[in-house]
């Protein structure tokens, strides 16, 4: 497997609470998560899922929420076909902002090189998440 992290943050002037209702809030995630619709539950063992892509072009990404400690850090564990991996949601007060930081820890399949993996990680993987987070800002 190839491994590869992605971490995006964004400071917002809103209370960690305000910025953890609209993040953990699965269907709204598609209100700022480009190309991404989502449903599933609250809590440790709740159940995520999220279609991404645009059309007929993309996959569906099933999740377990593995920690829930609101407002402030929720991890899921992805368990679907396309991706496995872990994704976390961290939420922290900075001053008069709150800090929303998104990291994606991610295993592709064997047959994505390092090269690539490590690419599509710094670069299209690194602009959705930042677009998205800034969409997030917009919204709060």
Same mark, same amino acid.
Request: charge should be positive; include cysteine.
């Given at each position: 497997?190839?491994?590869?992290?992605?971490?995006?943050?964004? *400071?917002?002037?809103?209370?960690?609470?305000? %910025?953890?209702?609209?993040?953990?809030?699965?269907? !709204?995630? #598609?209100?700022?998560? *480009?190309?991404?619709?989502?449903? #599933?539950?609250?809590?440790? $063992?709740?159940?995520?899922?999220?279609?991404? $892509?645009? =059309?007929?072009?993309?996959?569906?990404?099933?999740?377990?929420?593995?920690?829930?400690?609101?407002?402030?850090?929720?991890?899921?564990?992805?368990?679907?076909?396309?991706?496995?991996?872990? $994704?976390?949601?961290?939420?922290?007060? !900075?001053?008069?902002? &709150?800090?929303?930081?998104?990291?994606? /820890? %991610?295993?592709?399949? &064997?047959?994505?090189?390092? /090269? *690539?993996?490590?690419? %599509?990680? =710094? =670069?299209?993987?690194?602009?959705?998440? =930042?677009?998205?987070?800034?969409?997030?800002?917009? %919204?709060?």
């Amino acid at each position: 497997m190839t491994e590869v992290e992605i971490t995006s943050r964004v *400071l917002v002037p809103a209370e960690p609470a305000e %910025l953890w209702r609209l993040a953990m809030d699965w269907p !709204r995630q #598609g209100d700022w998560m *480009l190309a991404t619709r989502a449903s #599933g539950g609250q809590g440790v $063992g709740a159940t995520v899922t999220a279609r991404t $892509g645009l =059309g007929p072009v993309g996959f569906t990404d099933t999740m377990v929420i593995t920690e829930w400690y609101p407002p402030h850090r929720c991890v899921v564990r992805h368990t679907g076909r396309m991706v496995r991996g872990t $994704g976390v949601f961290e939420v922290a007060s !900075r001053g008069p902002m &709150s800090e929303f930081a998104w990291t994606e /820890r %991610l295993r592709l399949p &064997s047959p994505v090189p390092q /090269r *690539l993996a490590r690419w %599509l990680a =710094g =670069g299209p993987g690194r602009w959705v998440m =930042g677009t998205s987070l800034r969409r997030f800002r917009r %919204l709060v």
